[in-house]
């Protein structure tokens, strides 16, 4: 493609290659021929456990609903699909809900296991240690309840991140609209 050459920018407007260079360029602060592209797995291999699941979390809709979610679980068994429709949440929902979900499958195995009864059936008395599976199970609890609270503190930040943004965006915006007033009060004195 040549530097006058037309072609789409994401705002739908038409504009050349050098001009989309220039852009790069200027955004970037470098020559667009002097920067060093990497691979995928070099960019995951740089990225701490926080950065790679807000990563994971990026592909994900923002809003799903059960099919979603059981569609996107490629290699699920129809014993799985039919834990995920009976586990997951009716209607529309975020991550949050499935971190909610989550713990509240795993809570409700711990309640089951602690009884003295069989889990497959109430009418079986279990004198079967189960201690071991409960302790994973506990682990499996708590590790939901603080990878829910996590996820909840981190869309409280996002959220108020979000609003300072605004509000910043807002600020430039009546500066640049003042500053606009001005210019044409020059313009026309």
Same mark, same amino acid.
């Given at each position: 493609?040549?530097? @006058? ?13 050098? !001009?989309?260079?220039?852009? %790069? ?13 990497? @691979?995928?797995?070099? %960019? %995951? ?11 994971? +979390? ?8 059960? !099919? ?12 799985? /699909?039919?834990?995920? &429709? ?10 949050? !809900? +499935? ?5 509240? @499958? ?31 199970? /506990? ?6 309840? &603080? ?11 996002? @959220?108020?991140?979000? +609003? !300072?943004? &605004? ?17 044409? /009060?020059?313009?026309?004195?």
């Amino acid at each position: 493609m040549s530097k @006058t050459e037309k072609c789409d920018v994401m705002n739908g407007k038409t504009t050349s290659l050098g !001009e989309l260079t220039r852009a %790069l360029e200027e955004e970037m602060g470098s020559a667009v021929t002097s920067v060093k592209t990497i @691979t995928s797995s070099e %960019l %995951l291999q740089g990225l701490d456990s926080q950065q790679y699941g807000s990563l994971i +979390l990026d592909y994900l809709p923002e809003m799903m609903d059960k !099919e979603t979610v059981i569609t996107r679980t490629s290699g699920a068994t129809p014993m799985m /699909r039919k834990i995920m &429709e009976d586990g997951l949440p009716d209607g529309v929902f975020g991550t949050k !809900e +499935l971190d909610r979900a989550n713990f509240n @499958t795993l809570k409700e195995a711990v309640e089951t296991i602690s009884q003295p009864v069989c889990p497959l059936s109430r009418n079986i008395r279990c004198t079967t240690d189960k201690s071991t599976v409960l302790d994973e199970l /506990r682990e499996a609890m708590n590790m939901a309840y &603080e990878s829910y609270n996590r996820h909840d503190k981190e869309c409280s930040e996002a @959220t108020e991140k979000a +609003l !300072e943004t &605004e509000e910043k965006l807002k600020a430039i915006d009546s500066d640049n609209n003042a500053a606009d007033r001005k210019e044409q /009060r020059l313009h026309f004195y």
